[in-house]
């Protein structure tokens, strides 16, 4: 069983870097993970004897400035939608921690506005994601 480092220095949004094939881009936040199926199996009786596994799912958000999303919109010709499968990395890094990268396959699978009365514009999109890989590299 592992020990609690109580003092330690915790991941912070500080400590995070993404990149779009390669390119910084600022992001203001990122959702990714795996869900995999799952099933009760049954027989005559009333509960469950066993249980199964199944597909692999991976998802993807992110939410940009506006800012950011008119650059991107302008290397593509103005839509997002077109833009070919591209590969995120996601680095937590930081002086006392173990560097974390994850890399996640996936192209835009929406483009829009939203317009509110705050400063600083920005829109969460919802990615297809095509492969999610946590902790492809890690380095003390």
Do not use: C
């Not at 950011?68 to 077109?82: M, P």
């Not at 990395?89 to 009365?117: H, L």
């Amino acid at each position: 069983m592992s020990r609690i480092n109580r003092n330690g220095k915790a991941y912070d949004s500080a400590d995070v870097t993404v990149q779009i094939n390669g390119v910084p881009i600022e992001v203001k936040s990122m959702e990714y993970g795996n869900e995999q199926e799952h099933q009760l199996n049954h027989t005559l009786g009333a509960r469950a004897t066993s249980w199964s596994r199944g597909k692999i799912t991976p998802s993807a958000s992110m939410t940009l400035l506006m800012v950011d999303v008119v650059a991107l919109e302008t290397a593509s010709g103005g839509d997002l939608l077109s833009i070919e499968p591209f590969t995120i990395t996601v680095e937590f890094a930081n002086e006392y921690n173990v560097v974390i990268v994850d890399k996640i396959v996936a192209k835009f699978k929406k483009e829009g506005r939203s317009v509110t009365g705050d400063m600083g514009l920005e829109y969460q999109y919802e990615l297809f994601a095509l492969d999610v890989q946590l902790n492809v590299a890690a380095s003390v």
